[in-house]
């Protein structure tokens, strides 16, 4: 069985400053993790993926991702924040003969000026 | 633009109704997904086709059913809606069924809205 825990479900940083949402995972196969950012009123969009190659991860507008085995985590992160980060955030879970996505419960960004 | 379509964008109807939300996945692609966003049960995995045969299956009601078509687009069909219906209906697709590379692309909703 495959889960993911968001730690968290609001997070709010100050424009410029550090991001960092949580996530961590269980999988009983090598998991596939990911991050998806959902703008108001939008789909999902992929931010980064980790398919066990290399742990840190990079993805798209600044952000990256480290996979750490040992603590079970995929945390996100981003040096500094910008007003057009807000959004919600996913992090899923995929792995076995499926490629169905497992999703955590979400944390909702806000960037204040 | 993912390149993954849903129709209709926006659908109101009443308790007891039958809907049916359309999905074309993106050009090439062979599997497609379906979710369901709602406050309550946050994003869950419905189902899941994979050119034309069904792969997977998540907590999927009886009273839902889905299929893929021939030319790879897929229909999703709620019916005797209840008000806990209500809910952001998302699509995605990706090129194969499973694998380390296969991403899934989200299209932008269906939103349900039971009376």
């Known amino acids: 069985a495959q889960s993911v825990t968001q730690l968290g479900s609001h997070v709010s940083v100050s424009e410029g400053a550090l991001v960092l949402l949580r996530c961590n995972y269980s999988?009983?196969?090598?998991?596939?993790l990911f991050w998806y950012v959902q703008y108001p009123n939008q789909g999902l969009q992929l931010l980064l993926k980790?398919?066990?190659?290399?742990?840190l991860v990079k993805g798209i507008n600044g952000f990256e991702a480290e996979f750490k085995k040992s603590e079970t985590s995929f945390h996100l992160t981003k040096p500094s924040a910008h007003m057009s980060d807000a959004a919600e955030y996913f992090c899923a879970v995929s792995g076995g003969a499926t490629n169905k996505l497992i999703f955590g419960t979400g944390t909702l960004l806000a960037v204040q000026p | 633009d993912s390149g993954v379509t849903q129709t209709p964008k926006h659908l109101i109807t009443a308790t007891g109704q039958r809907v049916t939300l359309r999905c074309s996945p993106r050009s090439g692609d062979l599997s497609v997904y379906w979710y369901q966003q709602s406050l309550d049960q946050g994003l869950q995995f419905l189902i899941q086709y994979y050119n034309g045969e069904e792969r997977a299956k998540g907590n999927i009601l009886e009273r839902f059913s889905a299929q893929q078509f021939p030319d790879l687009h897929s229909e999703l069909n709620l019916s005797s809606l209840e008000l806990g219906d209500s809910a952001l209906y998302f699509c995605?697709?990706?090129?194969?069924?499973?694998?380390?590379?296969?991403?899934?692309?989200f299209g932008p909703g269906t939103r349900l809205t039971v009376l």
């Open positions: 980790y398919t066990s190659a290399a742990t």
């Open positions: 999988s009983s196969v090598p998991p596939y």
């Open positions: 995605a697709s990706s090129v194969e069924g499973s694998g380390a590379h296969n991403e899934q692309f």
